[in-house]
C-alpha cells in the first residue's frame, strides 16, 4: 500500500549518547544500600536514587552530570523493569538531565519570592557572565548550563541560585558575578548566603531574644 | 450487591463496581476516552463525570469511584453537563481540528463526544501545541498532535500485549506517548491500539487515506490466518476489501485480532488466481473452464482410486473440503488428507485433536504446561488469554520447547519430548496439585517422526495428573491451520488401507487434487504425477500445477470453518472472487457433473445439511459447549520411542505463513523490521 509500509524504523539517537554504560566500583558499592530499602520484589521503587546514581557518576567520569540512554538502560536491567519506565520516571523529573551539561548547572530561581527580591538581576548577570542567552542552553566554553527552576525552597534567602547541588543564597547583581568568576577560576565559595548571615538567621545577627544567654 | 439510583432508575450491582458500571447497567451512556473495560482503570481523561449525592460537593470521575449501597447519581445534571463541557473544552485546546483529513473522521470518540459536549467555537487563542510523529512500525500511523493522552495504548501494550513498549514521557504540556527510543512495536496484537485510540493519534498505516467509515459495507466473518478463529469484521468496497477489524466474542478473541489477521488483507489482491490455466507442453496456458475441466476429465479416464488422491490445505472451509472428499469417494478413492506438516494427530476421538480447555477456560487453568509450542506465534489471540490467566497470578506455566519470550514467565523444563519420560519433579508435583491443569500441545510436537508418541505421552500426562475428569478436560491440542480441525471433524484423513499424505507424494498416486495446498514442499510430488490446483493465490501448490482451478479466498465465499477448540462458525462472503475465480465447492459440484458423478446438492444450504449428517457438530453453530474427559483412554501409542531431538517451533516467520500473507507487501515490510529482533532470530 503507501510507501511509508517500506520503511524501516531507524532507531532515533542523538549523536552524544554513549552506545554503553556500566556502573563503576563507586557506584556498585552504594547499590546494594539503595536496594536495601525496598522490600523484596519492590526493587523498581529504588529508580530515583539509582538514577541520581548514574547521574553522579557521570559527573565524576565527564565532569557533566547527566544520564544517558544507555545508563537508564542499564537501571532497568538492574530493576527487572521495561526500560520504557524508566524512560518514563527520567523524563518526568527535570532533576535529570537528558543531555550533557556544563560543568556548573546553575538553576536559578524565578519563581515569586526571588523575583520580588531580584532574580532579574541575577538573571542578568548570569547571561552577562556566561553568554548564555536562552534558558537549558550550556555556554561555550562548556563550564556552564543555565536553567529556569521553580521554587527551591529557600524564599527566605531569595533570590537564590543552585549550583549542582549547592545552594548560593542573598544574592544581588554583583554577588552573582563574584560567584561566577570564582567558579570559572574553579573555586567555588562555601554554600550559604553570600552575605554570611547564619543560615536565614537576621542580617547582622539576631534581633530578638538577645539577652538570652546560653550556657556553652 | 450494592443498590444505586441512577437518575431516578435503581440498579443492583456487585459490590466493588465502579459508578461508571453502575450507569451502564441502569442504560445511561457515560462518555469516555480513558476508561476501557478490558485495561486498568487511568481515571485521566476526566470525561466520565457525574454528581453524586452525599458525596463530595463536585463532579466526579465515575470509571475510578467505587459504588456504595444507596448511593443516588446524577448522570445529567447541570454540574455534570458543565464539568464534561470544560474537560471537552480543555481536551479540544491541543487537538488539531484536522478531521477533515483524518482518517479517524466519522468513527471518531472526540468527534462524536464533541457534538454532545463541545462548544461551536473557540475561546484560545494561543498556538495548539505540536507533537512530533512517531514510527511504530510498518502498521502503526501516528499523527501524535491528535493524542488527547488517554494511555489507552500504553496499557493495552504493557497489560494485555505484555510488550512494555509504549510511555508517557515528560509530563504536562510536554507529554509524549511514544517509545522514547525510536522503535517498531514488538508485539503481534499491535493493530488493537489503533481500535483503542479515541482519536486520530493512532491509525492503520497501510490503510491511511484509504477509504472512510461511511463508504464501506461490513460483513461478519470468520479469520483463517491461525486457528482461533477469531471473529471479524470485512470491510469493503465495491470488489476490494479494505480493511478487517476484530469482532467481540467473549469466548474466543474477546475483542482482540491479531496482526497478521488484520493486515495481510492486501495480500488478497495479489497473486490471485482469476482464471484456469492447463499446463500444454511444460507450460501453464490460460484455459476456459471447460477445457480445464476437460484436461482433468481425460487425465481420470480410466485411473482406479487409488491412483487418485487429495490433499486439503490450510484455509479451506469445510464445505469445499467435503465436496472434495465426496468427489474423490465417487472415483472410489479415499487417499484423503489434511496433515501438509505431517503432523500426527489422531482422528479417531475428537477430544486427540481439540483444544478442549477451551479458550475461555483458560482462565479457570491453575497449571499450564506448553509442549512444543510457542502460542505468541502460533495463536496471538489465545497467548493474550494465558497472559490474561498469568496476571491474575498464582500460577505455574511451564515450557518444553525452543526458549521463546511468551509475554509471561515460564520455567523452561527441556527443549525435546524426552524430558517427558522424567519431567521435572517439582513442576509434575505442580500439576498434580493443581485443581485444573491444563497441557497444550503444538504443532511442532506433533509434525515429527515421534509425533504420535509424544501425543500419547502428553495425553497419559495429563491422565496422570489428574487434568481428565469429568469436569475439566485439560488435554488441549493447539492447531495453526484453520481448516484442520474441520477437515479432521469431516474424516479428511486416509483410512488404515489407503494413502496418506507422504505416500501420495513420491509418485504414489497419477492425479493429486491440492485444495489450496502451498504448505509443503511441492518437490516431493512425483514427476509423473498429475496435479490438480484448486485455490486463490499462484503460490507453491499452484507453480506445480499441470491445471489450476481459480477458488475463493475466505473473503469471498460463505464458509464454515471450526477452530482449535472444535467451535464451528459461519463466515459470509464479503466480496465477489476476482475474474474467472468461483466459490470452491461450487468448482467441485460443478466437475462432478463433468466426469457424471454428480455431487448431490445444488446450493451451499443441501451442502451444509449433508456436513451435518457426516459429522453432527456442524449443526452446532457458534456454541461449544464444555466438556470434561468422559474416556481416560488415550489415543494409541507409538512404536517410536520419544526422541531427544529438541522441537522446533512450528512458525518460523510469523508474518508469512500461507499464501495470502506471503503475497502481502506489508506482511514482508513487518517480515523486513522483526526478522532482526531476537525473538525472531531465536524462533526460526
Known amino acids: ?216 | 450487591m450494592a443498590k444505586v439510583t441512577v437518575d431516578g432508575i435503581e440498579v443492583e450491582v456487585p459490590n466493588g463496581s465502579s459508578v461508571l458500571q453502575a450507569c451502564e447497567a441502569a442504560g445511561k451512556e457515560i462518555p469516555r476516552f480513558c476508561y476501557h473495560d478490558r485495561l486498568s482503570i487511568a481515571g485521566n481523561c476526566r470525561m466520565c463525570l457525574v454528581e453524586i449525592e452525599k458525596a463530595p460537593p463536585k463532579p466526579i470521575s465515575s470509571c475510578t469511584y467505587p459504588v456504595a449501597d444507596g448511593m443516588v447519581v446524577h448522570t445529567d445534571s447541570p454540574m455534570v453537563r458543565n464539568g464534561r463541557r470544560g474537560v471537552m473544552e480543555f481536551l479540544l485546546i491541543n487537538h488539531p481540528l484536522d478531521c477533515p483529513i483524518c482518517d479517524q473522521g466519522g468513527e471518531c470518540d472526540l468527534q462524536d463526544q464533541a457534538m454532545g459536549y463541545g462548544m461551536d467555537h473557540s475561546r484560545y487563542a494561543e498556538n495548539k501545541r505540536a507533537v512530533k510523529d512517531k514510527n511504530l512500525g510498518p502498521l502503526v500511523k501516528t499523527v501524535m498532535t491528535r493524542c488527547i493522552h488517554c494511555t489507552r495504548c500504553i496499557r493495552f501494550i504493557a497489560e494485555v500485549a505484555g510488550v512494555p513498549d509504549l510511555g508517557a514521557t515528560s509530563r504536562g504540556e510536554h507529554m509524549e506517548v511514544g517509545t522514547y527510543v525510536e522503535k517498531a512495536l514488538g508485539s503481534e496484537l499491535s493493530g488493537n491500539i489503533i481500535d483503542l485510540c479515541p482519536v486520530g493519534a493512532l491509525t492503520s498505516k497501510p490503510y491511511a487515506f484509504v477509504a472512510r467509515p461511511w463508504e464501506l459495507t461490513k460483513i461478519d466473518s470468520i479469520d483463517v490466518l491461525d486457528a482461533v478463529g477469531t471473529n471479524i469484521r470485512v470491510d469493503a468496497r465495491g470488489p476490494e476489501v479494505l480493511r478487517i477489524l476484530p469482532r467481540t466474542n467473549e469466548d474466543v478473541n474477546e475483542e482482540w485480532l491479531a496482526d497478521k489477521s488484520r493486515f495481510a488483507l492486501d495480500g488478497l489482491r495479489r497473486r490471485r488466481l482469476d482464471r484456469p490455466w492447463v499446463r500444454r507442453d511444460g507450460k501453464l496456458i490460460e484455459a476456459s473452464w471447460s477445457e480445464a475441466f476437460a484436461a482433468i476429465a481425460e487425465k481420470l479416464h480410466g485411473l482406479t482410486g487409488d491412483r487418485i488422491g487429495a490433499i486439503a490445505g490450510d484455509l479451506c472451509d469445510a464445505e469445499s473440503m467435503l465436496a472434495l472428499k465426496e468427489l474423490m469417494a465417487s472415483l472410489g478413492s479415499a487417499n484423503l488428507d489434511c496433515r501438509q506438516d505431517g503432523a500426527h494427530l489422531n482422528a479417531s476421538r475428537r477430544d486427540f485433536y481439540t483444544f478442549n480447555t477451551t479458550i475461555a477456560g483458560i482462565e479457570e487453568a491453575d497449571a499450564i504446561l506448553l509442549i512444543g509450542t510457542n502460542p505468541r506465534r502460533e495463536a496471538p489471540v489465545l497467548n493474550a488469554r494465558i497472559r490474561k490467566r498469568w496476571l491474575n497470578g498464582n500460577i505455574p506455566i511451564g515450557l518444553i520447547g525452543t526458549e521463546t519470550d511468551v509475554t509471561y514467565r515460564v520455567q523452561q523444563l527441556g527443549h525435546g519430548p524426552v524430558v517427558l519420560n522424567a519431567l521435572n519433579e517439582a513442576f509434575a508435583g505442580k500439576l498434580r496439585n493443581a485443581k485444573k491443569p491444563m497441557i497444550i500441545v503444538g504443532q511442532a510436537a506433533l509434525a515429527r517422526p515421534d509425533g504420535a508418541a509424544v501425543l500419547a505421552a502428553a495425553w497419559r500426562l495429563a491422565a496422570s495428573v489428574g487434568a481428565l475428569t469429568a469436569e475439566w478436560h485439560g488435554f488441549n491440542v493447539l492447531h495453526t491451520a484453520a481448516a484442520r480441525v474441520g477437515a479432521l471433524d469431516l474424516g479428511f484423513v486416509p483410512g488404515a488401507n489407503d494413502k496418506s499424505m507422504a505416500q501420495m507424494l513420491d509418485g504414489g498416486v497419477d492425479v493429486l487434487w491440492l485444495l489450496g495446498a502451498d504448505e509443503f514442499d511441492t518437490a516431493r510430488i512425483g514427476d509423473r504425477t498429475f496435479v490438480v490446483y484448486q485455490g486463490h493465490h499462484g503460490d507453491a501448490g499452484a507453480a506445480r500445477a499441470d491445471v489450476i482451478l481459480p477458488g475463493a479466498a475466505y473473503t469471498e465465499k460463505p464458509g464454515t470453518y471450526v477452530n482449535t477448540e472444535g467451535r464451528v462458525q459461519r463466515g459470509l462472503l464479503a466480496v465477489y472472487p476476482p475474474g474467472d475465480a468461483r466459490e470452491d465447492w461450487k468448482i467441485l459440484r460443478a466437475f462432478s457433473e463433468v466426469i457424471g458423478h454428480t455431487l448431490p446438492y445444488d446450493t451451499i444450504d443441501a451442502l451444509r445439511k449433508r456436513l451435518e449428517l457426516v459429522n453432527p457438530v456442524f449443526a452446532r453453530i457458534g456454541f461449544l459447549p464444555r466438556f470434561g474427559a468422559t474416556d481416560q483412554a488415550g489415543p494409541a501409542g507409538d512404536p517410536v520411542a520419544l526422541s531427544d531431538t529438541p522441537f522446533v517451533p512450528a512458525i518460523a516467520d510469523y508474518y508469512q505463513t500461507d499464501p495470502v500473507s506471503r503475497a502481502s507487501p506489508t506482511m514482508a515490510a513487518c517480515t523486513a523490521t522483526f526478522a532482526t529482533t531476537p525473538l525472531v532470530a531465536a524462533a526460526e
Open chain 1, 1 to 216: 500500500m503507501g510507501e511509508s509500509a517500506q520503511t524501516n524504523p531507524v532507531p532515533m539517537r542523538d549523536s552524544f549518547q554513549p552506545s554503553t554504560f556500566a556502573f563503576d566500583a563507586e557506584s556498585e558499592g552504594a547499590i546494594p544500600g539503595i536496594l536495601a530499602k525496598y522490600p523484596a520484589g519492590r526493587q523498581a521503587s529504588a529508580v530515583l536514587p539509582m538514577l541520581y546514581l548514574v547521574q553522579n557518576q557521570m559527573r565524576r567520569q565527564t565532569g557533566s552530570a547527566w544520564v544517558p540512554i544507555a545508563g537508564m538502560d542499564e537501571v532497568a536491567r538492574r530493576l527487572d523493569m521495561a526500560p520504557i519506565r524508566v524512560y518514563e520516571v527520567a523524563t518526568f523529573y527535570f532533576m535529570f538531565n537528558l543531555k550533557p551539561i556544563g560543568t556548573y548547572h546553575l538553576q536559578v530561581c524565578t519563581t515569586t519570592p526571588c523575583w520580588l527580591r531580584g532574580s532579574d538581576e541575577v538573571v542578568a548577570a548570569c547571561r552577562a557572565a556566561t553568554g548564555i542567552e536562552g534558558w537549558g542552553e550550556t555556554s561555550g566554553d562548556g563550564v556552564f548550563t543555565m536553567t529556569e527552576v521553580e521554587c527551591l525552597g529557600a524564599c527566605v534567602n531569595a533570590p537564590i541560585i543552585q549550583v549542582n547541588d549547592d545552594f548560593y543564597e542573598d544574592l544581588d547583581g554583583d554577588s552573582t558575578k563574584q560567584l561566577l568568576e570564582a567558579l570559572r577560576r574553579g573555586e567555588p565559595p562555601k554554600p550559604g548566603s553570600v552575605k554570611g548571615r547564619q543560615t536565614s538567621a537576621p542580617e547582622g545577627g539576631p534581633t530578638t531574644l538577645t539577652t538570652l544567654q546560653f550556657e556553652s
